[in-house]
């Protein structure tokens, strides 16, 4: 996909004079695509739960009851909200 995009003078310098100092082969474009790929699966792993979170088992002998507090209302129940 092509795309354009706008860097700012110095920091066009900066890749010019980065790009001039490699081996041929290494474009400006293949650069800004690695930084890119690096930046995305940063914020990528920034918002996943970490491993101790996933691995979490809970804690034995803890039961939470999900009914609690919570109306026992059956399909089909006429409910007057406001009487």
């Keep these: 996909m092509n795309t354009s995009l706008y860097l700012p003078d110095e920091l066009a310098k900066r890749l010019d004079n980065y790009v001039k100092s490699r081996p041929s082969g290494v474009s400006k474009n293949k650069i800004i ?42 399909e089909g129940d006429d409910l007057d909200v406001f009487a």
Aim: aromatic share 10%; no cysteine.
């Design 33 to 74: 695509a690695l930084a890119l790929e690096e930046f995305l699966a940063q914020k990528d792993a920034e918002n996943k739960w970490s491993k101790e979170v996933m691995d979490w088992q809970g804690v034995e002998g803890f039961e939470l009851d999900r009914s609690e507090g919570l109306l026992d209302i059956a």
